[in-house]
């Protein structure tokens, strides 16, 4: 198996242990632990049993690991799975370098004016509301 292919496998493998791992963990808080896969619950009974030993971060690292190991072989890894490599920042999730600069050097005013606005519509229509009452009663 090429070097890319095992790469490829354990970079899908572990961004999804880590999905499955949080909803797992909601479900179980909202109690839906029943309805969970039985390696879901097996996972998390290890973690909890290690909540015990352990500060929750700890626990919840090992946790995705386990799931994490699971699916990289259940993907077609081979061998032990590899550590897993920190998100590296993309060309799709950054701004831009201008418009970075751009909003540093002069706050937006556009928030401001979306709030601004709907109010100042009311305003002015009562103001119509109040003028054409008048005018047609006299």
Same mark, same amino acid.
């Given at each position: ?8 496998? $354990?970079?899908? /493998?572990?961004?999804? =242990? ?6 797992? @963990?909601?479900? $179980? ?5 029943? #309805? ?12 909890? #049993? ?10 919840? %690292? @090992? $946790?995705?690991?386990? %799931?994490?190991? #699971? ?9 032990? /799975?590899?550590?897993?490599? #920190?998100? *590296? &920042?993309?060309? *799709? ?7 970075? /600069?751009?909003?540093? $050097?002069?706050?937006?005013?556009? &928030? ?6 709907? =109010?100042? @519509? ?7 509301? %109040?003028?054409?009452?008048? @005018?047609?009663?006299?």
């Amino acid at each position: 198996m090429s070097s890319k292919s095992s790469s490829n496998i $354990a970079s899908k /493998a572990y961004f999804r =242990a880590e999905a499955d791992f949080s909803t797992w @963990l909601m479900m $179980a808080k909202l109690g839906s632990f029943d #309805d969970l896969p039985s390696n879901a619950q097996n996972f998390l009974t290890n973690y909890r #049993d290690r909540l015990e030993t352990m500060s929750e971060t700890e626990s919840t %690292v @090992l $946790a995705v690991r386990e %799931v994490y190991s #699971d699916y990289y072989r259940e993907m077609g890894g081979l061998g032990a /799975a590899p550590e897993p490599q #920190d998100r *590296k &920042p993309t060309k *799709k999730n950054r701004p831009p370098e201008h418009q970075a /600069a751009r909003s540093a $050097a002069r706050p937006s005013i556009r &928030p401001m004016i979306r709030k601004f606005l709907p =109010a100042l @519509l009311i305003f002015a229509s009562l103001i119509a509301l %109040v003028v054409m009452y008048r @005018l047609l009663t006299q």
